[in-house]
């Protein structure tokens, strides 16, 4: 079956079920589109352009397909921005050197802001990363739930910009922003259907698509929203993950941004968070395993 058809649950004639006939926008679709341009301890990391599964910064599981069936039960309101000093290192875990929550102005527990306007910064400018992209990277914070297991876990999936933003037009393999805009077209919601989120075979870079592959019975969509509405679900998405696992919780009071930025320091590079190194015989049992199938031994 091509992929055209398989995102054809809209065509006349398809019986959708009552939650998708309201013609009415809910909280999560106006969240996306009205942005314009990860709290828990359980999230999805995509690092590799593999899915890892992640319990406290330790790696637990790893999925080695393309793609994952998800229902997406709510977004961060804001793209965040995050700025790294220094080189990357995999085997180092280093908290970002700035970021921001609204994509605005620096978070408040940043000591030395590298500007005092995202919009103004110079790490914001085109080519201060590798020559061609912005060393203040863009992303967003979505909580997840899987296909088949609606009452189970919440994860924290961040997304890179590339998954973020992209061709507006596209209605296979479509970024987050042309998918919210191709299920709004339906006047669907993007928690009333199962999405298949995908990696990109062709980027040299973690990139996700998404596109619809069933809408959810009523009693499943109950169970989506649900949970998506819960306290759970907005700590998922309150704050980016990185904020959590970079240790700002709990210590000194943050100094206030100046009215003048002096010029950055150093970032040092604090110690790994082991969030990409499984013990050999998790690692392997992971490999085989269906991810389905571990988490149901997974309890909050």
């Not at 994509?103 to 201060?128: A, E």
């Amino acid at each position: 079956m091509s992929e055209e058809k398989e995102v054809s649950l809209f065509e006349k004639g398809v019986q959708l079920p009552a939650h998708m006939r309201t013609g009415e926008r809910d909280e999560l679709t106006r969240s996306l589109l009205g942005a314009g341009s990860g709290g828990g301890g359980k999230r999805i990391s995509i690092r590799g352009s593999v899915w890892r599964m992640m319990v406290d910064g330790e790696q637990i599981a790893v999925n080695e397909d393309k793609a994952m069936s998800l229902v997406i039960v709510r977004v961060s309101q804001h793209t965040h921005r995050t700025y790294y000093a220094g080189e990357y290192n995999a085997d180092v875990f280093t908290p970002p050197a700035c970021w921001s929550e609204d994509g605005k102005v620096p978070h408040s527990t940043i000591g030395q802001p590298q500007s005092n306007r995202c919009s103004t910064c110079p790490q914001n400018v085109k080519g201060s990363g590798n020559g061609k992209s912005r060393a203040c990277q863009y992303s967003r914070v979505a909580a997840v739930l899987l296909d088949g297991d609606l009452d189970g876990d919440i994860y924290t999936l961040k997304l890179p910009a590339m998954s973020i933003f992209g061709d507006p037009k596209a209605e296979t393999n479509m970024s987050l922003e042309a998918y919210t805009r191709f299920l709004d077209k339906f006047k669907a919601s993007m928690i009333s259907v199962v999405t298949e989120a995908k990696f990109d075979i062709n980027s040299s870079t973690p990139k996700i698509t998404f596109k619809p592959l069933r809408p959810l019975s009523d009693e499943e969509w109950e169970t989506a929203t649900r949970r998506g509405e819960s306290d759970e679900s907005k700590e998922c998405v309150a704050i980016p993950a990185y904020a959590s696992m970079g240790g700002y919780a709990g210590g000194p009071a943050p100094a206030p941004v100046p009215a003048s930025i002096p010029a950055p320091a150093p970032v040092p590079r604090g110690p790994k968070i082991a969030d990409n190194k499984a013990r050999p015989d998790e690692k392997i049992a992971a490999k085989e395993a269906n991810v389905a199938d571990i988490l149901d031994g997974w309890d909050d």
